[in-house]
């Protein structure tokens, strides 16, 4: 049950942002901050399509995609959940948006290591796919 509440951690620990305090950006800050919202948002739907029946909140095995921007990172999903997440704390910019954003975004790295376990128990061709595919930034992790 503690696993399974960790996983939940990574997915909906950023909403707890909203208690704290707005700042005032100016209008390019504002701007960059929107986008990055608008922009993680549009990058998670485009992969939300992409991943069709195979996604899940909680790491299932339902179906291995390989495809589109599965080809050159293992979890697309994930960078475009935290290209928003950057976006909405720069809102709340703080140290506690920070340090919220930090914790948040160290769930969702357990979060991969399990998906990738419950995956490769499933799919023998995923050890095969997690060696040749980067795991969020192409050349770099």
């Given at each position: 049950?503690?696993?399974?509440?960790?996983?939940?951690?990574?997915?909906?620990?950023?909403?707890?942002?909203?208690?704290?305090?707005?700042?005032?950006?100016?209008?390019?800050?504002?701007?960059?901050s929107t986008g990055l919202i608008l922009?993680?948002?549009?990058?998670?739907?485009?992969?939300?399509?992409?991943?069709?029946?195979?996604?899940?909140?909680?790491?299932?095995?339902?179906?291995?995609?390989?495809?589109?921007l599965y080809r050159h990172i293992r979890?697309?999903?994930?960078?475009?959940?935290?290209?928003?997440?950057?976006?909405?704390?720069?809102?709340?910019?703080?140290?506690?948006?920070?340090?919220?954003?930090?914790?948040?975004?160290?769930?969702?790295?357990?979060?991969?290591?399990?998906?990738?376990?419950?995956?490769?128990?499933?799919?023998?061709?995923?050890?095969?796919?997690?060696?040749?595919?980067?795991?969020?930034?192409?050349?770099?992790?």
């Open positions: 049950m503690f696993h399974d509440a960790r996983q939940l951690l990574g997915t909906l620990l950023i909403t707890a942002i909203a208690f704290l305090p707005r700042r005032d950006l100016s209008p390019a800050f504002g701007a960059l922009c993680g948002n549009a990058f998670a739907i485009a992969v939300l399509f992409r991943l069709g029946r195979s996604f899940s909140v909680m790491a299932e095995a339902r179906g291995l995609v390989t495809g589109g979890h697309p999903l994930y960078v475009a959940e935290e290209i928003a997440a950057v976006g909405c704390a720069m809102q709340f910019f703080s140290l506690w948006a920070v340090l919220l954003l930090a914790v948040q975004f160290g769930f969702q790295l357990r979060r991969m290591a399990n998906e990738e376990r419950v995956l490769e128990r499933q799919f023998p061709e995923y050890a095969r796919y997690r060696r040749t595919t980067a795991r969020l930034i192409p050349g770099i992790y």
